[in-house]
C-alpha cells in the first residue's frame, strides 16, 4: 500500500491509542506495516516487543491478541465494526 495510506491509517492508530489512554504518539518507523486483505495490520517494529497488533480499515481500529484471537476472527470483527 501507498505511505500516504500508511501515514492516514497510523493517523487513525494514535487517535484509537489517545483515546485508550495511550498518551504518546507514534511514527511509522515505529511500527512493522503489513497489508491484510484490505486492510493494515500494525505491529510493534524494532526492539519494542508487544502482544498486542491492531488492524486499522477505512478508519476504524480492531486490536488483538494472536494468542486468543485469529487474524480471520479480527478481520471479521473490523468488518463488523466498520458496517
Do not use: C, I, K
Not at 500516504?4 to 498518551?23: F, I, K, P, R
Not at 486483505?37 to 508487544?50: E, P
Not at 494468542?67 to 468488518?79: E, G, I, K, M, R
Amino acid at each position: 500500500m501507498a505511505e500516504d495510506s500508511q501515514e492516514s491509517a497510523l493517523g487513525t492508530l494514535n487517535t484509537w491509542l489517545a483515546e485508550h489512554g495511550v498518551l504518546e504518539s507514534s511514527a511509522l518507523d515505529d511500527w512493522d506495516v503489513s497489508p491484510f486483505d484490505d486492510a493494515l495490520l500494525f505491529s510493534s517494529a524494532g526492539q519494542r516487543r508487544a502482544n498486542r497488533l491492531y488492524l486499522v480499515r477505512r478508519g476504524v481500529v480492531v486490536a488483538f491478541s494472536p494468542s486468543t484471537t485469529t487474524f480471520d476472527q479480527a478481520y471479521a470483527q473490523l468488518v463488523a465494526t466498520d458496517e
